[in-house]
């Protein structure tokens, strides 16, 4: 009789983990204070009585130490903005990590700049600084560091490079919300940070996006792109920059108001039930919470990393041992499968994709994307087992449960060859 689940045997666990999007009376309640108030778009800032949205932005900004919250429709779109309102634009280099969601490179190509990707650090998974000096050319403009999973990037060494390089520093904090570096929060570390509220994102509104800053010029430049082009209090009808709406809804900005509420406990929690977690994994040989370097003094949680080693484990491939936990009733997945210059954009194209920026006259240069190697990159791809979020809001004896399902699954390994 097989033993793993996988094979016939019993699951470790038949309950489902803490359930995400998380709500309450809280998230109904404001919604419906916007449905009756009639003011369900937040384009009127300044307005008496301020919009939902407004106040998000502030209490958001406030609480990762900046001066402005720019709330727009998604995380995608915040770094667009952002780069924009930074004056990156064609024929510019902006650096990028090999390992992100396609959304950060996305933004870079359209604000027609040529995104130039480079490796990361095994033991943070962040972008590693080394890389991006050697990346820096006469035409680099910016930097966007990743904060993976909820790491924060060596941004000492970020800051001081693209200070000596006169570089703009926009920081995708996607994964990060509420993360303290050194003792600083994200707000006040880099030129501007952007945060998503996607579903799955450690705070939500189903989709969402928002840029910090303290640089006042910077945030009235992101209100414009934000919205229409237009100046803040000036005339509906008057567009000074390119106009296109990325504006919030006042529904979202009432969810994200109550989601707001409970997230510094939630967040807590995460960054506590990580440690226990990692205890439970000290005897498990093979199987390790990323690292880090010791800088993350909070960590955003958005995902929490493992670090297979298939020799550990009789030689079970990561895909196989993620799909017996999946089996065993453990939520986890392999997250990001390939460095981004894998993907069939690049591949499928000679020379990536047909026209600006790749071949813009203003950039004057042709880089291929497609054949470009990051080792290290592939490696955590390979090895990387993730753990979503929510996980780590479920009781201690929940988490015991992944414990108890990769000890079943080392035991056990046999079965899987
Ligand atoms: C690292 C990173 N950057 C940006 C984004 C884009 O956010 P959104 O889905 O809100 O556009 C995501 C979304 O998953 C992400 O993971």
Known sequence: MAELAIKGGNKVRTKDFFAWPDYDQRELKYVEEVIKSRTWFAGMRGADPGTKTEEFEKKFAQYHDAGYGIACANGSVAIEIALRAAGVGAGDEV?????????????????????????????????????????????????????????????????????????????????????VYKGKKLGS???????????????????????????????????????????????????????????????????????????????????ENAHYLAERFKDTDGINPVPGDGNTDVNGYYLYLLQYDKAKFAGVSRD????????????????????????PMFQQVEEGPRGCPFTCPYYGRQISIKDQKFPVTEKICSETVVIPHQVLLSPRSDLDDIAAAITKIKKNASELL
């Not at 969402?208 to 009808?237: F, P, V």
């Not at 017996?324 to 993907?343: D, Q, R, T």
């Open 95 to 179: 650096i990028v990590p090999a390992l992100t969601f396609i959304a950060t490179l996305g933004a870079v190509l359209q604000v027609n700049a040529i995104p130039i990707l480079v490796d990361t650090i095994y033991d943070t998974q962040c972008i590693d600084p080394d890389e991006i000096e050697k990346a820096i050319t006469s035409k680099t403009k910016a930097i966007i560091p990743v904060h993976y999973g909820g790491f924060v990037c060596d941004m000492d060494r970020i800051i001081e490079i693209a200070q000596r390089h006169d570089l703009i520093v926009v920081a995708d904090a996607a994964h990060a919300h509420g993360a």
């Open 189 to 271: 570390i880099s030129d501007a940070a952007t945060f998503s509220f996607q579903e799955s994102k450690t705070m939500t509104a189903g989709e969402g996006g928002i840029i910090i800053t303290n640089d006042n010029e910077l945030a009235e430049k992101c209100i414009q792109y934000r919205s229409c082009g237009r100046h803040e209090g000036e005339s509906w009808y008057i567009h000074y920059v390119l106009p296109i709406n990325y504006r919030l809804a006042e529904i979202q900005s009432a969810v994200l108001l109550a989601q707001f509420e409970r997230f510094d406990e939630q967040l807590k929690r995460k960054n």
């Open 320 to 343: 196989k041992f993620v799909e017996a936990l999946n089996a065993e009733g453990i939520a986890c997945h392999i997250g990001y499968p390939w460095p981004l210059s894998k993907n």
